[in-house]
């Protein structure tokens, strides 16, 4: 799965990317420093990875991962090509969800690129150009739908729908903001509309503003914004957090104390992002390796099972399972089973967050 990190020029998309990955992406205060996308896949953080690795100390551990993609500053424009206009764009349309930093500091060394800091203003310069996107799109398929209806009146459905995004869409509601029915939902689908895609808003705070961040007046303004959108923010500032990204994990820890945080920014984004997509992670455990397999939300046995290898979902028989609440509460799988914890579960069995599983098959 992908996220796609979006914001103005000089926002501090590249500085946070070079933070989650380690990648080195050039940083620079200019526009466009990043002009292809930069590309990195980072490990979910899950206490419960680690806390099985010490249980059976196996040889190899692996976490689930998120792929985060840095993508060009936009303009104003960007949706009639100015500026790097019909790349951005088209990376966009190749992540999963949008994760879109917003300045919230100020700082006269650090150029922005309409003259001053307004997070809302800047927000809404991204989505309109995105709804811009999305209009033409829609404009299209009504085109083409209109045409069909002189065949087969089922397109008037369709037409309706198309008519009511386009509407909200002119008055600058996302379509992820609307509400569907299955039948409609199908339809959208096929649109690959750029405002359907799920998205978190990351306020970009200074490290003087870390005390009380949620007082501060324009991250209230920027969750304020989100929320009528459905949408989530992370606070976070980024300098601190490249900073913390460059130390091990004792010094992190104690950095961490020191500015009263429990857990980085980063870390909150990425497991933000993962459940952004409505995913989530059932465990394998053993000597040979301990790991996290990610599925999306709702994911049945068979199909769980098809992530470890499309033989085992060919083959399935029963899920043996067991929660990781039990299993660390009991100690060792041996007790969770003297305990009657170890659970049987069929085909029709709906996959739980945090499911330690050991499938059984024929094939």
Known sequence: MKIGIVGLPNVGKSTMFNSITKAGAE?????????????????????????LAKMYNPQKVTHAVVEFVDIAGLVKGASKGEGLGNKFLSHIREVDAICQVVRCFEDSNVVHVDGSVDPIRDIET?????????????????????KSLKADKKFQFEIDLLE????????????????????????VKDLFLLTTKPIIYIANISESQLEMPDREEMVIKVKNYAKNEGADVVTLCVKIEEELSGLDDNDKIEMLEALGLEESGLDKLIKKSYDLLGLMSFLTAGEPEVRAWTIKKGTKAPEAAGKIHS?????????????????????????AREKGLVRSEGKEYIMQDGDIVLFKFNV
Do not use: H
């Not at 989505?127 to 209109?146: C, G, M, Q, S, W």
């Not at 008055?171 to 339809?187: C, F, H, Q």
């Open 27 to 51: 940083c620079a205060n200019y526009p466009f420093c990043t002009i292809e996308p930069n590309v990195g896949v980072v490990p979910v953080p899950d206490e419960r990875i680690d806390n």
């Open 126 to 146: 991204i989505n309109l150009e995105l709804i811009f996107a999305d209009i033409e799109t829609v404009d299209k398929r009504i085109d083409k739908a209109k």
């Open 164 to 187: 009511k995004i386009k509407k909200n869409l002119e008055d600058g509601i996302p379509a992820r903001a609307l509400e569907y029915s299955e039948e409609e939902k199908e339809i």
């Open 311 to 335: 033989d085992i979902q060919r083959g399935f028989i029963k899920a043996e399972v067991v929660s990781y609440d039990d299993l660390m509460k009991e100690g060792s799988m041996v007790a």
